[in-house]
């Protein structure tokens, strides 16, 4: 039996990079994976690769910068469509622009507050309380070091990640005489759009890649994990 069974995954940011990587490693321990992303394409391409390796996904298309209310209901939704949600991985992530603090504009702002901090706080809410009453409910957001280092010009990146890891070691405190354990993860540089974005002239061959991290955060996924409100870097060994 595969070491994940019968549980249902939620990853948001599943369309590419390090969410999907994650989708697929967590559909071939045998996870059904709700894949969540805004690009509608991308989701079809990977459930298709998950099918082909024998796994299983749901995909619920959705837009993290318009579409808060859809995303409210997404807990009640697959509590009430599988009758369980054990996993939530939050991979999603903006970078927005890289621009001095003084410089950025209110639409980017807007977004970048949707999509790394709003985002997280909307999704602690709807998957609290199923992932609360699983046997073993499993959470791990995806962070930065950004969120605890202040660089110039990654203002406005780096506020929301720096939100979203408090907010996510703040639920991690209130529910740690509870079965569910919450972790953040950071992958460090790895070959990503976000990363390319910011990078541009940096060599992605070079870098990481977004499968060799997913078994990482699986891992945090599986029944045995003990660890809790923890931030866990990236590590080959």
Known sequence: MKPLEGSVALVTGASR????????????LGAHCVLTARTQGALEELDDRIRAAGGQATLFPLDLIKDGEKLDLLGPSILNRFGRLDILVHAAGLLAKLTPVAHIMPRDWQEAVAVNLSATWRLIRTCDPPLRAAAAGRAVVLTDTVAAEPRAYWGLYGFGKAGQRHLALSWAAEVANTPLRVNLFDPGPVA?????????????????????????????????ETRHGAVIPFSRG
């Not at 060599?203 to 996924?221: D, K, M, R």
């Open 17 to 28: 990079g390090i969410g999907a990587a994650t989708a697929l490693e967590l559909a071939r």
């Open 192 to 224: 990503t759009q976000l990363r390319g974005t910011a990078m541009p002239g940096e060599n992605p061959a070079s870098l990481t890649q977004p499968a060799e991290v997913a078994p990482s955060i699986a891992a945090l996924c599986l029944a045995e």
